[in-house]
């Protein structure tokens, strides 16, 4: 296989958190551009106060299907580079496996589609932001003012991980996210335990017994009143189409004993399609080395629940603020605030052409067919049906093990 395109793509360093790098990368940008317009596509680039969008279309046949390709060409720093074996922007072949930054994430993934677009019985376009690592914040704008441009019967997310090595992966809807922060005052300043404990109001303490009255310790369930109402249950037939997951490995990983979580579903279950809930922060007094005997004027916990069809972020954040008002120890003064912003859970029905799966593995019989799944992970942005009204998938060849884990990245072909 010729690597050359692919090798020079991935020789450009083009963090995009790195304004020392904002050259760099453009002329990713620009290079992809070229190799999209070699191959018969007309291009433009669109300029936003930070990054390039680069917007790409080819239209072959009108009555052929129009496929939205998304992914990105920026990538993140390559810190720290002692643990590189090689250069990160110096890509090279190790034991069948590409490493260089990117090599995954997602250059290699995005220049898989470029490559199968000389191919393609159907009308493409693609929209490459260089923004992604950076929370892709001129993309949502660009995508609103553009949405007759963006118009595709599917969207195809180029970035993601497969379930296992050599099983790839076609995701077909992503939890949502709905966030909470709640702060518990107690004194108008921090006070002295010796002086004031006994009749000072610990916020720190109020903050554990509303803590501990999130979920059920034997059971697991959130006990968010109507926190489950929503839920729709996984239809049978859709059961059937999923992967075994491997527990015994995934402990491994972890480096743990057990997988918690909620009573009476499988772990599978429990990470595509129950919803959930994790304090992800939790603060208050004194964090320093030694002792200090505070009792301090403000405590406070943020909090993140995954979201799956059909929760609404919004009633979610409000259940969760009335319960957590009706629990609150009498007397404590408390703010909560919540963000919704990042959407609710995007799923795409099975039936929907973009979620069949027999994909280039199974057609050129090189490979074990892919496997349908639901992610775990953040509602990303692009995946969203909100934005784009039409449903999604992602199609991924990113190794699960190496593509969370920044020095390794890599990419296997
Ligand atoms: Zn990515």
Redesign the pocket.
Known sequence: MDLTELFAFLSIPSVSTDPARREDVRRAALWLAERLKARGFRTELHETPLHPILYAERFVDEKAPTVLVY??YDVQPPDPLELWESPPFSPVVREGRIYARGAS??KGQLFAHVLAAEEAPVNLKFLVEGE??IGSPHLPPFVRANREKLRADVVIVS??AMFAPLTPTLTYGLRGLCYLEVRLKGARRDLHSGAFGGVAPNPIQALGWLLARLKDERTGKVLIPGFYERVRPVPEEERALWPSLDEEALKRELGVEVLPGEEGYAPLERLWARPTLDPNGIWGGYQGEGSKTVIPAEAGMKLSMRLVPDQDPEEVVDQAEAYLKAVCPPATPWRCGGSTEAGPSSPTPLARPCALWPGPWRRSGEGPPSTPGRAGRSPWWPSSRRPWGRPSSFWAWGFPTTTSTPPTRSWTW
């Open positions: 992914g990105h994430d997602d992604e690592e970035d993601g």
